[in-house]
């Protein structure tokens, strides 16, 4: 497929045997194809063409209110051909499937946001079919599909990277798998009937495909900006060891699903000098943007209500001296990377930490167990 026509070309002769041209005139800019279909657009316009022997057959067409981003024609489970095509637009930022071969539009999802769609994809894990969408600011939406309806439901989204994914499907195992290609790639496989996401040991992947041959079988070649590598993906439920350094002691950890965080219960140590508290060095908590502090954390004297001795914060603290600092990190299940955090008073003792829901409430929360230091002011 060219950006003019879309070809058919014999193997060995390399003869053009079939030729199409959109009608309009206008330039092929999205593609997507399997074995014997084919589905091209050319801006807001959508055309589907059958792969027959000797001829390309123009099947169906649409128009659509804007312009196309992104394509997939991927049969599902273990069908040859595909029933329905996924799309998704730029403008409206949606993700759209069509019914084949009418292309009539069967459901519209919209994603929200000002970040358009790059990619998608259907897929099958574990006899349940999906619809994947990435963005071009790493994010990506899957939703589960009904293939004769065309129905998307249960919502979810999850962060991948920092740049526009391209996702792509491989076989390993006998099982489906996804390759995520971005600054932080990532395999999508399933297991126990969800998806689970596993960073790959590369730093940056750009394109990716299948390669089988006889001297690389069942492998994947991977395009960087300036190189290929040519690999193969190890089994991927194998237990891998990553180490995420922090700057600063983890105490306790607790991961809250809905979200799809961790949160880390972790400790610092500050440096009392003329001017308050100092971090001894740059750490997790204090590098984040997002951050928040519990009341009274300034470093003054604060009276406990009902008692008759005063609770001392840094004043109490001697020039020099070594004062440990309690934080509650927030950090991506995918990424790492540390979401927002919140500094508990020098004399809060974190101790204990869980993920819940309170009663009738939907939101879930984040409950932390601590132990107050008093200090009795002389």
């Known amino acids: 497929v060219t950006p003019i026509s879309a070809r058919l070309v014999t193997i060995r002769g390399k003869t053009l045997v079939?030729?199409?041209?959109?009608?309009?005139?206008?330039?092929?800019?999205?593609?997507?194809?399997?074995?014997?279909?084919?589905?091209?657009?050319?801006?807001?316009?959508?055309?589907?063409?059958e792969i027959h022997s000797n001829e390309l057959i123009l099947k169906g067409e649409t128009t659509l209110d804007v312009e196309v981003s992104c394509l997939d024609i991927s049969p599902l489970a273990d069908s040859s051909v595909a029933d329905i095509v996924a799309v998704g637009l730029w403008t409206d930022n949606s993700a759209r499937i069509l019914h084949l071969p009418t292309l009539q539009e069967a459901y519209k999802e919209l994603l929200g946001g000002d970040i358009m769609p790059r990619s998608i994809l259907m897929a099958t894990f574990e006899g349940h079919d999906y619809l994947l969408c990435a963005l071009g600011d790493g994010s990506m939406y899957y939703f589960l599909l009904h293939r004769e309806s065309g129905v998307l439901r249960d919502k979810k989204k999850v962060t991948l990277g920092t740049q526009p994914t391209v996702l792509r499907t491989f076989r390993s195992l006998n099982s489906t798998n996804v390759f995520a290609c971005s600054d932080r790639p990532t395999v999508i496989y399933s297991s126990n009937h969800k998806l689970v996401f596993s960073n790959v040991n590369l730093k940056e992947v750009n394109q990716m495909c299948s390669l089988n041959s006889e001297a690389y079988p069942d492998s994947l070649a991977l395009a960087t900006a300036t190189s290929v590598t040519i690999g193969t993906i190890d089994e991927i439920q194998k237990l891998h060891i990553r180490t995420i350094p922090l700057q600063e002691s983890p105490r306790r950890i607790a991961y809250q699903e809905s979200t799809q965080v961790f949160g880390v219960i972790t400790c610092r140590i500050d440096i009392q000098d003329s001017t308050g508290l100092s971090p001894v060095r740059q750490s997790a908590s204090t590098m984040t943007q997002a951050v928040t502090v519990s009341s009274n954390a300034s470093g003054s004297a604060v009276n406990k209500s009902g008692g008759s001795s005063s609770v001392v914060a840094g004043a109490a603290a001697e020039y020099g001296q070594e004062v440990e600092i309690h934080n509650l990190l927030i950090i991506d299940q995918n990424t790492f990377e540390v979401l927002a955090a919140h500094q508990f008073m020098p004399q809060e003792y974190a101790m204990s930490l869980i993920s819940c829901q309170l009663s009738h409430d939907p939101a879930t929360y984040f409950i932390v167990g601590e132990f107050e230091l008093a200090l009795t002011s002389l």
Do not use: M
């Open 18 to 49: 079939s030729e199409w041209r959109p009608p309009t005139e206008k330039n092929i800019i999205i593609v997507a194809c399997n074995e014997s279909q084919l589905v091209v657009s050319t801006g807001n316009q959508v055309y589907y063409l």
